[in-house]
Structure formats: C-alpha cells, structure tokens
C-alpha cells in the first residue's frame, strides 16, 4: 500500500482545508454549514459528469460533450413532460437518449480510433445544437410537481437529498472502479493501450462503456437541472465540462490516463463548492471565478507533471546506483 | 468536396451579388486563422483558444485605437499581430514545455482570454467611433471590382498569407518540420527535428495568425463586443480544416483542401440566412461537419490499415 503522504488526493485533501480556511478568512458567513450544504446542490450536475469523466479520463480519453449532452437530455426531458408523458417514462427515456449520446462518441473513439478531443469536441457541437434546434432559443416550465428537488432535505438535518444521491452515486461508481474487473480494464485501458490488448482487455469495448457511462451521467445531471431551475433551455450545463474536467485533474487523476479515484474527484468537488462559495460571497464577477477556474485546470496539471518528472528522475538515480552493485 | 461548394455556388439562389459579398468579407477571417490551426492540427494538437484570442486581440487593439483615432491600417494590423504572436506563445509555453495536453490548454486560455477582454475593457464594447476608418476601409474598399462585386482587401491580405503559409509549408524545413512531427513524434525525434519547438511554433503561428483576424474583426464589424468577439470561430475553423481533409490524427493536410472547406462553411453560413433557417441551426451545422470530416477520416485510416494487412 502507498504511503498516505504520497497519494495524490492527499494534496486535494490539503487544499480543500486551505479553501475552506480562506473562505474563512474572507467572509464571515463561510463557516455556516446549513449555507454550505445548501450551496453543494449548485454543482450536483457538476459531481454527476465529474463522476462519468473520471472513468473516461482514466481510460486516457476525454469528454468535451457532457454539458452538451446534458443540455440536449434536460431540453428533451422538458419535452416529453409537457407532451404529457408521466414521468417515470420520460426519466427512462431520457436517461436511454443519454447513454445513446454517450455512445456516439464512444463508438467513433473505440471503433473508428479517432482522437477522443476531436470527436467530442464535434458532439460538444452538434449536441449542443440539436438541443438550440429543438427549442428555438425558448425555455420550457417544468411541471410544478417536479420542480425544486434541490430543496429538499432529509428529514430533520440540513442535508440536501441531492448530496445524498450524489454521494450514493460517488460510493457506486468506487466500488465499481476499484474493485472489479471493469474498473481493473479501464485503469488497464489507460496506462497502456498495447500491454491491455496483451493482456486480453477488451479495449474497444471498454472506452465504448466509459462514454456511455459519460453520457448516463450528464443525462441524470440534465433532469437535476431542470427540476432545480424548473425549467429547460437549451443552454443549461454550457461550459460544465470544464468544472467537470477540472475536478477529475485537481483530484489527481492523470490527464494521460491510468491513474486515478472517485475519492480524489469527489474531494476536489468540495474545493471547488467552496472556491465557487467564497468567490460569490466576496462579489467576484463572474469573468474572474472562470479564470480562477482554468488557472487551477492548468496549474494541477503543471504540479502533476513536475512531481511525476521528479519521481521519474529519482527512479533512474536509484537504477543507476543499483546497477554496480549488481555487476560486482 | 469541391463539388459540393461548386454546386453550393452554383445554385442560382446564392448568386445575389450581396450574398457572394458577405461571403467575400467572411472567408479572409475564416482562411487566416483556420491556417493556423490547420498547422497545429497537423502536429497532433488542437486550440480551442483562437476565437477568444481574436476577441482579446480585438479588445487590446481598440482601446489602443481608441485614443488614437488616426492610426494607419498597417500599423494596427502589426499590433494585432504581435498581440497574437504573445497569446500564442503562452499556449505555446504551456503545451510544449509545460507537457500540458493541447485541449485543455486551450480550453483553458480559452475562458482564460475571454476574461481578460472583460477585464481590460471593463465589459465596455469598443464602439465604431473609436475604430479608425483606415481600418475600416480595410474590408469595406478594395483595389478592384470583379463585374460588380468588390474584392475588399482583407481578401487580397488573406491570400497574401495563406499563399505565404503554403510556401512555409511546402518548401521550408520548419515548415516540412510541422509534418514530421505529426506523423511520427519519435521518429521526427530521431531524425534531428526537435518536437517540442515545432509544437512551439505552431501555437505561436496559430496565435499570431488569429491575432490578424482579430484586427480583421474589427473592421468587418466596425465594433468590438467583449462578450460576443470571435465566440464560436474556433468551431468554424476546426470544421473547415477537418472538412477540408486535414487528418485529425495529424501528419496530412493541404492549404487547398482549408480553402475548400471555408468556401463550404461560408456557403452554408450564408445561405441558411437566405434560406430563412434561424441562427439556432447553425452550431449544429459546425457540429455535424467536424463529424463528417472525422468519420472519414476514420474510414480512410481503416480501408488504409487493411490494405497493409493484406
């Protein structure tokens, strides 16, 4: 087992402390947990595609299309409830419509070996606009029975249901990456395609599965948003993927791929509710949080790389030391 | 592919002469800044960035020209060169030294650039007033009519560079470099090419490059938005540089097949607003053309992987 000090999500785990003591020090309202619980519901849909994300980028791929799929479920949920289908029906075929979505793309990357940034920036597009084109620029209501999941709680506490869906959504999907054989095919997958193909991994089928994943994901987030804005237009989820994608990184899965928890994403969400929190208590525009949000993206990844170069050269002084001792 | 654009022209429908025009003023941003990121595809990478570095450049030039009214067309075109020249670098830093991945660099400047717009014009647009008529001119006057129609100079401008870009590309070794790299990272190591400064450079190209079409921007327009400058060209020129066959797994790509493509997206561009088809269809447009071009990229790359094997 590694050394706790040595896993990444112990920086995550750092840093989240350091948001929360800045937070903190900047505004008094911060350390109000009822407000902070209330404020995670913002990025539920965030968790849900940074959850997806994570097995893509693990594969060694990634997903630029979530939020666009997300927007195209929730306009296409939105539809069919006001075509007065009841709603269990609309949920499952929305959620059916998200994983086709999501298999689009795996398709085209598992099958066709095409690079997985350009085909999902192409679906980035195109979902997102079949989304423009089925509402035309207008938003649809919600029916009033389903609207506002983000305010209920679990009876007698502050937690919103949300996070409990989130974090039971969270343990499913690390159980499923840690401890079976698919999780073990998708790390495979991604610390080398060749040595996985060796090894026996059905590579195909797995980068396949991981956007369909990717799209289920983006489609839950999709009906949670429309039922917490209770309402649908085609723009809901824009930009999502990089709070998503930034989440997956900051939490020390590698951007190359083969390594990586749900622990670590799912901490580097808490910083980034806290982040976004205290920004918005402290008035910061809404150009700036963006900014902040990318040089974070840009800076996990630099540190990454700085701390795998040194590792990398400490293993070849430590090979390099070894070798005589061996030859004598 | 030639055929299409062809028959797209052909049609008698598109042959008003103002939609030709606006087709005339459209391409040169089109061509310049999809040279660019033909280059940077063509090394294995991609940015995202170029529309909100065209948007900042944009920004940056007006609030020079703002107070200086009277500035020559030249001389803004250099400065939204330079300005360009120092974005792209910075990606270029990132991606080549840094060994972050070209996406999400760019993805990150992406939102990064456009910020920086907000913030150095204060959310201001830079109105037609503050644009010097130089500048202006350069895209509502040309050197001569063809039957009617004006060829403005910003076109006579982008045939200049790209006719450049071709030359650099063809028949100079950096240039012979960006091709190198994109077919075979570690053999274009082995055979003396360094990767990571052609990496540099095509970032800095491609910013120095969208940088002109900032400046071209502002005087197709005659205004500058900082919400609204450039959003979305980066999909445009992706989809006419795939479209155009440049192999989005890097190595091929012509200047010929990018001019194709931007006379095709333009097309479509202008005539879905002939045709009455509202502004909501055209993302979908860009969307379904880079698949287009992806998927046959991938069904070249698959008949080409089963000829070998037979």
Known sequence: ?328 | MLVLVFSAVKDPSFLRETNVQSILQWVPLMVVMGLGQMMVIITRGIDVSVGSLAGLTAILVGLVTRSHTDMSAPVALALGAITGLILGSFNGLLIAFAEVPPIIATLATMIGYRGLAFIASRAKQIDSNQIPQSLIDLSQRGPFRIGGLLCPWILVLAIVIVGLGAFFLKSTRPGRDVFAVGSNPPAALLRGVSVKRTQFMVFALSGLLSGIVGVFYMSRYGFVNPGSAGVGLELMVIAAAVIGGTNVAGGTGTVLGLIAGCLLLATINVSLAVLGISENYQQLVYGVTILIGVVLDGFVKQNAARLRAT
């Open chain 1, 1 to 328: 087992m590694t050394k706790i000090w040595r896993r990444p999500e112990t920086t995550t785990a750092l840093l989240v402390l350091l948001t929360f003591i800045g937070g903190d020090i900047y505004s008094p309202k911060f350390p109000n947990v009822a407000y902070l619980l209330d404020n995670t519901t913002l990025s539920i849909e965030t968790g849900l595609a940074a959850l997806g994300m994570t097995f893509v980028i693990i594969s060694g791929e990634i997903d630029l299309s979530v939020g666009s799929t997300l927007g195209l479920t929730a306009c296409l949920f939105a539809k069919l409830l006001n075509g007065g289908i009841p709603w269990p029906i609309a949920g499952i075929a929305t959620v059916a419509t998200g994983c086709m979505l999501g298999w689009v793309n795996g398709v085209l990357v598992a099958r066709l070996k095409l690079p997985s940034f350009v085909v999902t920036l192409g679906t980035f597009a195109a979902y997102r606009g079949a989304a423009q084109a089925l509402m035309n620029a207008e938003s649809i209501r919600i029916p009033p029975s389903l609207a506002g999941v983000d305010v209920l709680h679990l009876p007698g506490t502050a937690i919103p249901d949300e996070l409990v869906f989130l974090i039971v959504m969270a343990i499913i999907c690390g159980v499923v990456l840690g401890r079976t054989v698919f999780g073990r095919w998708v790390y495979a997958t991604g610390s080398g395609i060749q040595s996985a193909i060796y090894a026996g991994v059905p590579v195909a089928r797995v980068k396949a599965l991981v956007f369909v994943l990717s799209g289920f994901m983006a489609s839950l987030g999709g009906m949670l948003m429309d039922s917490r804005l209770s309402m649908a237009e085609y723009s809901h989820g824009l930009g999502l993927e990089i709070d998503a994608i930034t989440a997956v990184v900051l939490g020390g899965t590698s951007i190359f791929g083969g390594e990586g928890t749900i622990v670590g994403t799912m901490l580097a969400l808490l910083m980034l509710v806290f982040l976004r929190s205290a920004m918005g208590i402290a008035n910061v525009s809404a150009e700036y949080q963006l900014a902040a949000i990318g040089s974070l993206l840009i800076l996990s990844i630099i540190a990454r790389n700085y701390v795998r170069r040194l590792s990398l050269s400490r293993e070849r002084r430590m090979l390099s030391q070894a070798k005589p001792a061996q030859e004598s």
